[in-house]
């Protein structure tokens, strides 16, 4: 099992609908989550991080966090076509300083 | 804001040369990271440092080296390119157990 894996998309969504993007992680110690945004030709921006149970709001996006089930997921909330991006989830590698990418989630947001 | 940069935003090499590409930050981060991408395959760890002049091998480092000879500058070379290390290079930097950032990227391109 991969450390951190993403639903591979590619997602397509309506202008003004809710995209959901989910991440599972196999290391129950992990105690830190980040999603990255990165647009075509760019390089990965930390757009949110979370490290409690439960959900964490910053304007249209929400992460969630389950560490009981080892998810994390992000929702953005009144989906623009600026969304459009490809979205990745990062888990600190136990003990170290390393960060465990997944593939990205390709979500295109369709005016 | 923590600010990353990389030496060249696009580079065009022959086989055989050697290649360097230097990333540079301001925030006194103590780990910096190398990183390449490639459609499909994800953000794939190359070599990583702690601390001035030390380093580790991340998962391919076959046919890359490092250096560190001060804190804020951590440089990646590439000692004969050949044409499957042409790719997007990315380099990132963290302080302790923390999220990383990332610089804008260099597309190499090997002929």
């Known amino acids: 099992q991969k450390e951190v894996e993403q639903n591979s998309g590619p997602l397509s969504v309506p202008e003004g609908a809710i995209a959901s993007l989910n991440c599972t992680y196999s290391?129950?110690?992990?105690?830190?989550f980040f999603w990255y945004r990165q647009y075509s030709g760019k390089s990965p921006e930390l757009i949110m991080s979370?490290?409690?149970?439960g959900d964490k709001e910053d304007g249209r996006f929400t992460a969630q966090l389950n560490k009981a089930s080892q998810y994390v997921s992000l929702l953005i909330r009144d989906s623009q076509p600026s969304d459009s991006a490809t979205y990745l989830c990062?888990?600190?590698?136990?003990?170290?300083?390393?960060?465990?990418f997944g593939t990205g989630t390709r979500l295109t947001v369709i005016p | 804001d923590v600010k990353v940069t990389q030496s060249s935003r696009y580079l065009v090499k022959r086989t055989g040369e050697k290649v360097f590409l230097e990333c540079v930050q301001d925030?006194?981060?103590?780990?910096m990271f190398w990183y390449r991408q490639d459609p499909g395959l994800g953000l794939r760890l190359i070599y990583f440092?702690?601390?001035?002049?030390?380093?580790e091998k991340g998962d391919i480092p076959e046919g890359y080296s490092v250096s560190r000879e001060k804190k804020e500058r951590f440089s990646l070379i590439l000692e004969s390119a050949s044409t499957n290390q042409t790719s997007m290079y990315l380099c990132?930097?963290?302080?302790?157990?923390?999220?990383?950032?990332f610089g804008p990227g260099t597309r190499l391109t090997v002929l």
């Open positions: 990132a930097s963290t302080p302790w157990g923390s999220e990383q950032f």
């Open positions: 290391d129950r110690g992990s105690q830190s």
């Open positions: 979370i490290y409690s149970n």
């Open positions: 990062a888990v600190p590698q136990t003990g170290a300083n390393n960060l465990f």
């Open positions: 925030m006194d981060h103590e780990n």
């Open positions: 440092s702690y601390d001035v002049k030390m380093k």
